[in-house]
């Protein structure tokens, strides 16, 4: 139902006359080219803007992320290597500020112990080894003096690189800590050992502090992927974490990955030099994308209200645009139609005058040898009075007087074909109509009644028009009607500035479905009694151009009323449409 | 009263003249304008009958012509070429002259050449 209401009029049109050019007035292909060419255009850049929009954007935020990410690793990693180098240096001091004998001594190691331990903090033990690798001094919770080295991976590093520094381990204390051992050379060539085990407290402390965004972790593990201290996250120290380790390099580098439950993440590592250690910091990307999605989520939006109000105004606009043509074209084609009509008319009613004009000659010559032929009767007594003869001149007389008052009204109606706007009498133009049509009711026993009230004024309008008009009307009610039918012509005054004439029958009626048509040119039901289908389209367009307004009432088995308003006042109207749904 | 009747219709105006015979009128006919212009220069008229549509010289012409020589001259018109409109527009044209339509009856005719003859002279 609501499909029928908003379809415009072009929709289910098919231009009868157009003949071989019918395309062009394929009002609905119109449309749709219209439609879908302003649509696309319209669209496309619209659509084509917001991918590229969205790629830019989404790209911008991921390169975002991984530069953040990047930037946190290498602070980070510069916070860890500044903590181990300082603990580095300060052994090295030591080593050069004391001598051999010097640490070898038990007070001074622990002393050296302490001082360390209110500087830095987080050392909890010092030991010397020589170059044996026999630990000849230890200040801490356990008893190592005398604890061989020699065999051990570390003592061999320390020796070949001067410096150590281990992964975490449990050692002896079974808690996670690290060593820092570097190595001094003494002028005899001959060297020692400086090993100081290092808590895990200050280290973790560096990483728990970090600030980090979306359900961000980091930690360290070393080269095999161990876990070196627990972090936010993991707890799982000294056993391999789930993440593969990352290869190396002397740069921070940060590339996107998955975690062990598949989700996608953002990992930034970096290899602390001279050391087992691994800085690795993991991000949850869809917690890092979260303010992006918001964003997407407002462009989709976007879009899509864009998209339908371009859609509703692309389809409001061609469907306006495209009914304007076709009603500017129903128009034209009706102005043609009445321009080929009026012509038709013009010339049956310079035929009709011709003819009237000849006859009238004729018919004033029998009238003359008729009235002499009474006058004879009457004045000269040598012609007696014969009754018959009298009754049949008079008949004659009569005759011609019935047709001479047939030509003048022939005359009076095609004279006004082409008269414009004049006094007219309302009265006289149906009576003309209605006796060129009495016969023909007559012949059809129809009753035509007439109401014509006394207060109707004699108005300016076009005389012409208006004989078509109701000629029209009648012929289409007495072709409605059976023999037998009645019809009523109703005239009444339509409030101060208007006249209403309603021309009713109770013939067949019409059905609601041709109503709604019935103003439309070429529609008819009656093609194949050679109903042209413009009857009541010429009528509906003559009744706008004198400024008045048709309306038709009908029942289908009862009858159909034609009510026209016309305004006393002449004035044509302006911006009509072509028809009108029946009312 | 002495009446010329003008039409290219001799039957009309040969009969027309007869049956005003009857009547007392002595009526002279001719069916050109020609025709009527040589007899009114011979003889005078007291009312003269057009048709409207004679060849060559029209009605209203002849009675421009008529008017030159006899200005005291009454005028009717007749035609067949008539409505009830154009007998508005005839009678207009036509001034204080009467404007009928074919076919006139005879009474009508008479009535009105009795009206056009106790009209003032003011023509």
Sequence with gaps: MITIRIKPKFWDHQDAASGPFRALFNFRRIWKQA????????LMPLVFMAIIDYNVTQKAIESEILLRTSRL???????????????????????????FENLKNADRLSAILENLNKSLGGVSDLGVIDSTGTQINYVGPHALIGANYSTQAWYRE???????????FLGLRKTPHFVIAVKHTLPDDSFFILRASLDMDRFRELL??????????????????????????????LEKIPLSVPEFSPHTRVYQGSDAKGNAIVIGYAYITDTPFILVVTKQKDELLKPWFKTRYQLFWFLAVSIVIILIVVIGVSTYLVNNIFMADQKRVMTLHQVEYANKLA??????AGVAHEINNPLAIINEKAGLIKDIFTFRKDYAPDSKLNGLVDSIISSVERCGTITKR??????????????????????????????EAEFKSITISVDFPDDIPDFESDRGKLQQIFLNLVNNAFAAMTDGGKLEIKISRHGDDAVSISISDDGCGISDSDMKRIFEPFFTTKSRTGGTGLGLSITYGLVQEIGGDIQVQSTVGRGTRFTIILPLTYGKKQGEGYARIAG | MRVLLVDDEEQLVSTLAERLAFRGIAASWVTSSMA???????????????????????????????QTLHPEMKFIFMTGHGSEDDFKIGAAEAGKDFYLVKPVKIESLLEKMNEVMQQGDDK
């Design chain 1, 208 to 237: 728990s502090d970090l600030e980090l965004d979306g359900k961000g972790d980091a930690f360290i593990i070393n080269h095999e992927g161990i876990l070196q201290m627990p972090s936010r996250y993991r707890t799982e120290v």
């Design chain 1, 158 to 168: 320390v020796r070949e690189r001067n410096l150590y520094i281990s992964d975490v």
């Design chain 1, 73 to 99: 690793v290498s602070n980070t990693r510069r916070t860890l290597s500044f903590f181990l180098d300082e603990r580095k240096f300060a052994l090295n001091f030591i080593v050069h500020d004391n001598s």
């Design chain 1, 347 to 352: 010339s049956i009613g310079r035929l009709a």
């Design chain 1, 410 to 439: 022939l005359l009076n109606f095609a004279r006004h074909i082409e008269v414009k706007v004049q006094k007219i009498s309302l009265k006289s133009i149906i009576g003309d109509v209605l006796g060129f049509l009495g016969k």
């Design chain 2, 36 to 66: 009527a212009l040589e007899l009114v220069e011979k003889e005078t008229f007291d009312l003269a009958i057009l048709d409207v549509k004679i060849p060559k010289i029209s009605g209203l012409e002849l009675k421009k012509r008529i």
């Design chain 1, 35 to 42: 439609a879908f060419l302003t649509a696309g255009v319209t």
